[in-house]
């Protein structure tokens, strides 16, 4: 049995429906079939490279190979457009191609410097912010009573007393001088001013002093704020040293006031013996006297010049 009948040698078109299309109809470019003559099979056998396609068929595939050979020399495409000659230049062409907008800082252009000068301002500010309370910080960690109008205003801020005064500057003069002759005198203590060099109003001063019980008090009515002050009393000694008590608020202080002859004035000699002297006192808000006078113990051949109160610990 071969190819070309079913091993009868009859042939097959008795078999198949569609025989009489291959009897009327033939391929474009193929041999018609000729009447009488039998088929030798379903498909004619041909030698190699006998077959020819048509032209139209033919030449659409040879057009289409033409067309993959193209791409795979990759020509260019008659629809592309190089980046520069889209519109904004390579910057469009960097912003579609990496799919951010650099507007937003997305990209490495402008956005970027963008960013960055918004970190510096940033940095700036809160740089700016640090310095200044750090500056305010330093500015009122003064002395607590350097500035009687700022320790004031500060403690506005917490709800403290407005009107409450601060502690004034070490060194400030809380009390001017104040002359001895206007002080409250008791005991036998007398205005005197028969010595020369005294500086009260007049040339005036308090003698008497040495009587057992004399006192001569001073009254302050503002003293701004409890704490440590400095007491001064100018007096004069007749060449020799001399002390006194000294009684604050009621309460005498057991060291003596020493009122020793540190002009170095001459035995008996009154004109040169007026010099200074002062004491640390611890005094409170308000209102605070100071009592001078001679008690037991104390060697009182003194006068009393002047009295005067400066803020904090001092020696002059």
Not at 294 to 304: M, S
Request: with cysteine.
């Amino acid at each position: 049995m071969t190819a070309e009948n079913d091993g009868t040698g009859a042939t097959p078109e008795g078999d198949d429906p569609f025989a009489y299309l291959y009897r009327q109809q033939g391929g474009e470019g193929s041999p018609a079939p000729q009447t009488g003559t039998p088929r030798r099979s379903y498909n004619q056998v041909r030698a190699v490279g006998e077959r020819q396609y048509g032209s139209q068929y033919g030449s659409q595939y040879g057009a289409q190979r033409t067309q993959q050979t193209t791409y795979g020399q990759q020509q260019p495409n008659a629809h592309y457009a190089a980046p520069e000659t889209m519109p904004g230049g390579r910057a469009a062409a960097q912003h579609h191609s990496d799919g951010f907008d650099d507007t937003y800082g997305g990209g490495r252009g402008s956005g970027g410097r963008n960013r960055n000068g918004l970190l510096v301002g940033a940095i700036a500010v809160v740089a700016a912010v640090v310095i200044g309370i750090g500056a305010a910080i330093y500015f009122n960690s003064d002395d607590p009573g350097s500035r009687a109008g700022s320790s004031a205003g500060a403690g506005a801020g917490k709800g403290k007393d407005q009107n409450k005064p601060g502690k004034p500057r070490k060194g400030k003069t809380v009390a001017s001088k104040q002359d001895a002759a206007s002080l409250a005198l008791a005991g036998g203590a007398s205005l005197a001013s028969d010595v020369p060099n005294a500086q009260g109003s007049n040339g005036s001063y308090v003698a008497g002093m040495n009587n057992g019980g004399a006192s001569a008090t001073w009254t302050v009515d503002d003293v701004p704020k409890a704490g440590i002050y400095t007491f001064f009393v100018r007096y004069g000694v007749p060449g020799h040293d001399a002390d006194s008590t000294l009684t604050i608020n009621g309460q005498p202080r057991q060291q003596p006031l020493n009122m020793s002859n540190f002009g170095d004035a001459e035995e008996g000699d009154w004109a040169k013996g007026w010099t200074e002297t002062y004491a640390w006192v611890d005094l409170k808000q308000g209102q605070n006297t100071f009592k001078i006078s001679c008690e037991q113990g104390n060697k009182c051949d003194f006068n009393l010049d002047q009295v005067w109160l400066k803020a904090g610990k001092l020696k002059r």
